[in-house]
């Protein structure tokens, strides 16, 4: 059963516009969650995290919003770049249950259009 | 400083051969994971290192894989015999801290194709 859930495989966006990518959690005792960049034939690249006792945690254009009472996060970019293309990965962790390793979900593949 | 190096970069072998993976972590990052990347999915812990015990296998396939970390710095993994699917993108990342409050920093990984 997949505890971290990114429903949307893709997600296109006009540049300079808004990219939000969501993500859903199963496991009610994830503390803490993070997002992760990858480029193809590169590993992923940490990019915002965000700790359960937070709702929103704020680094230039990314912006990554915390609804625990729904299970859900979301990271938004603003404005979109093309060099933003990537795929976006969820991940959550916790020290009881996952030993505080990191859980990801499938990925989003985020492009970016000039 | 330098990152996460893994090698090979890409490997082709013919199933039932043996195959192994090289693990670099970043100085003075106690804590090596190798995880594994299937087509379109995210990554999936094989196991967890803190230094050089074993601290989480629980997901490694031990009947064909197994992996060392010598001096808790390198680390192999290795899978004999290759099956067609193991054919997947091989990451390996490390973290100061064992938990994955801080991030962890992956490699590159190793793309194998199993045929």
């Known amino acids: 059963d997949q505890q971290v859930k990114q429903n949307s495989p893709s997600l296109s966006v006009q540049e300079g516009r808004i990219s939000i990518l969501n993500c859903d959690y199963t496991?009610?005792?994830?503390?803490?969650f993070l997002w992760y960049k990858k480029y193809p034939a590169e590993g992923p690249t940490f990019l915002i995290s965000?700790?359960?006792?937070?709702d929103k945690n704020e680094d230039g254009r990314f912006t990554v919003f915390l609804n625990k009472s729904a299970k859900h996060l979301s990271l938004h970019i603003v404005p979109s770049q093309p060099g933003d293309s990537a795929v976006y990965f969820c991940?959550?962790?916790?020290?009881?249950?996952?030993?505080?390793?990191?859980?990801f979900g499938k990925g989003t593949k985020l492009s970016v259009k000039p | 400083e330098a990152g996460v190096v893994q090698s090979p970069r890409y490997k082709i072998i013919e199933k039932k051969q043996p195959v192994a993976f090289w693990c670099n972590p970043i100085?003075?990052?106690?804590?090596l994971y190798w995880y594994r990347q299937n087509l379109g999915q995210g990554p999936e812990l094989l196991i967890r290192?803190?230094?050089?015990?074993?601290?989480?296998d629980s997901q490694l396939p031990k009947d064909r894989f197994s992996a060392e970390r010598l001096k808790g710095v390198d680390s192999t993994l290795k899978i004999q015999p290759a099956e067609l699917g193991d054919s997947a993108v091989y990451l390996c990342?490390?973290?100061?801290?064992?938990?994955?409050?801080?991030?962890?920093?992956f490699g590159s990984g190793t793309r194998l194709t199993v045929v």
């Open positions: 990342a490390s973290s100061l801290v064992g938990t994955g409050y801080y991030g962890y920093t």
């Open positions: 496991n009610s005792m994830f503390d803490y």
């Open positions: 965000i700790s359960s006792i937070k």
């Open positions: 991940a959550a962790s916790a020290v009881i249950g996952s030993q505080g390793n990191l859980i």
């Open positions: 100085s003075g990052h106690n804590t």
């Open positions: 290192y803190e230094n050089e015990e074993a601290v989480d």
